[in-house]
């Protein structure tokens, strides 16, 4: 669709102009009828509280975005989508494996597979605390998460032939 037109070329943006695009897109979501579910009914304030842009560069130089987005309810992706395509030429892929801030922030600043941005866009509403980084990709303590986790490392080590430790 790129080459037919009416999609921008990621390889040309800046992390700023993503940032901006995507804010717009949760913020002021286009209001299609053929969109599912139901039209806003009350406006709680902004919705969109956190965001991180990060931009991977790949060897060939080309590159993509990946973008951590925090916002103050729950809310589906499909008008997001829908706005980002129609009104910036953007199209977007939504993870499904980081449910949660700390995972996506998580992901763009301390991946072992990727390329990590060293300085990626920040952005919070004016007079909130900056994001601190490091602290936003902490896994929040939750006992049974940690039992879950250690007892998989236990069996692990067990099917590797490693000693189980003694609890």
Excluded at 90 to 102: E, G, K, N
Excluded at 113 to 136: C, M, N, S, T
Aim: net charge neutral; aromatic share 8%.
């Amino acid at each position: 669709r790129l080459q037919r037109g009416g999609l921008k070329d990621v390889t040309t943006l800046d992390k700023q102009v993503v940032l901006d695009c995507v804010r717009d897109a949760w913020d002021n979501p286009l209001q299609v009828a053929s969109a599912a579910g139901r039209p806003r009914t009350a406006d709680d304030g902004p919705l969109v509280t956190k965001v991180v842009v990060f931009e991977e560069k790949h060897e060939d130089g080309t590159k993509h975005f990946h973008v951590a987005v925090l916002l103050s309810r729950q809310m589906r992706f499909a008008k997001c989508k829908e706005t980002l395509l129609e009104r910036h030429g953007l199209v977007a892929h939504f993870s499904c494996s980081h449910t949660q801030w700390w995972s996506a922030v998580r992901y763009g600043t301390q991946s072992e597979k990727k390329r990590v941005d060293p300085d990626p866009l920040r952005w919070v509403p004016q007079g909130h605390a900056p994001i601190d980084l490091f602290e936003d990709s902490q896994q929040p303590f939750c006992a049974s998460a940690w039992r879950v986790r250690r007892e998989q490392k236990d069996i692990d080590a067990a099917a590797e032939g490693g000693v189980q430790p003694v609890h």
